[in-house]
């Protein structure tokens, strides 16, 4: 079975065990809404090179196809509705790992986040076709989570925010947590569907499910350029 033979058939797979799934936690009371707020947020998590370009340990599946067309009309949209967007991205001033006080942690444990230099600024810098226009924040996390020790709650909330629109990688880490954070900070998480990738097959299945169960609501892009449309366009029609 060759590499796309078997993501297709894991695929299938997982779907069927989803559905018996689905029905299972929605007799348990699962899988509720939290629902679309009044004004979200663009989350973008980690959609740097060393995520979307080919050669990395951490380079991801899907970005060139999926990932990146999504983000595009979501940052259009973002901008067309001058609604806040953070680009967020990882990078380490101390990636020595003998160094008793690196800024990764114990991190570097599990990963090799020490690829990862802040030296050189290529690595950590978001992706070109999605690259931050003027007055959008870049903000550089140190762990998984974009809300752990990072302004960011506080920056939302001081600008009205009470939505999330949750994008980029990895759906099992960094998109996965930052989720999590955010539900638990009060905000409202969505998990836009065509926009999270990973680095194995199944992963971004499996973890949407899960996010879809527990944590937020998994949403496509589609709807949410229409939850975009909705909020956005009276308000530009209010402000001419």
Same mark, same amino acid.
């Given at each position: 079975?060759?590499?796309?033979?078997?993501?297709?058939?894991?695929?299938?797979?997982?779907?069927?065990?989803?559905?018996?799934?689905?029905?299972?936690?929605?007799?348990?009371?699962?899988?509720?809404?939290?629902?679309?707020?009044?004004?979200?947020?663009?989350?973008?998590?980690?959609?740097? =090179?060393?995520?979307?370009?080919?050669?990395?340990?951490?380079?991801?599946?899907?970005?060139?196809?999926?990932?990146?067309?999504?983000?595009?009309?979501?940052?259009?949209?973002?901008?067309?509705?001058?609604?806040?967007?953070?680009?967020?991205?990882?990078?380490?001033?101390?990636?020595?790992?003998? =160094?008793?006080?690196?800024?990764?942690?114990?991190?570097?444990?599990?990963?090799?986040?020490?690829?990862?230099?802040?030296?050189?600024?290529?690595?950590?810098?978001?992706?070109?076709?999605?690259?931050?226009?003027?007055?959008?924040?870049?903000?550089?996390?140190?762990?998984?989570?974009?809300?752990?020790?990072?302004?960011?709650?506080?920056?939302?909330?001081?600008?009205?925010?009470?939505?999330?629109?949750?994008?980029?990688?990895?759906?099992?880490?960094?998109?996965?947590?930052?989720?999590?954070?955010?539900?638990?900070?009060?905000?409202?998480?969505?998990?836009?569907?065509?926009?999270?990738?990973?680095?194995?097959?199944?992963?971004?299945?499996?973890?949407?499910?899960?996010?879809?169960?527990?944590?937020?609501?998994?949403?496509?892009?589609?709807?949410?350029?229409?939850?975009?449309?909705?909020?956005?366009?009276?308000?530009?029609?209010?402000?001419?």
């Amino acid at each position: 079975m060759n590499d796309k033979d078997f993501d297709k058939h894991l695929e299938q797979t997982l779907e069927a065990a989803f559905a018996e799934a689905t029905r299972r936690y929605q007799a348990r009371g699962f899988q509720r809404r939290v629902g679309f707020g009044s004004k979200p947020a663009l989350i973008s998590v980690d959609l740097a =090179n060393a995520w979307t370009r080919p050669g990395n340990p951490f380079t991801c599946e899907h970005v060139d196809d999926q990932i990146i067309p999504s983000m595009q009309k979501l940052l259009a949209a973002f901008r067309k509705y001058n609604l806040p967007v953070v680009h967020v991205t990882t990078c380490y001033q101390i990636t020595d790992r003998k =160094n008793p006080y690196t800024d990764m942690g114990l991190w570097h444990d599990k990963i090799p986040v020490d690829v990862v230099s802040q030296k050189d600024e290529n690595l950590w810098a978001i992706d070109s076709r999605i690259a931050p226009i003027e007055g959008e924040q870049v903000l550089i996390k140190k762990r998984a989570s974009a809300f752990h020790g990072t302004y960011l709650a506080g920056y939302l909330r001081a600008a009205g925010v009470d939505t999330i629109l949750v994008t980029g990688v990895t759906a099992s880490a960094c998109v996965r947590e930052t989720i999590c954070d955010g539900l638990a900070d009060g905000f409202r998480t969505i998990a836009v569907k065509e926009a999270i990738g990973d680095r194995v097959p199944g992963a971004v299945l499996w973890n949407l499910f899960d996010i879809d169960a527990k944590f937020g609501d998994v949403e496509t892009t589609e709807r949410c350029l229409s939850y975009l449309d909705e909020i956005g366009a009276p308000a530009l029609k209010k402000a001419a």
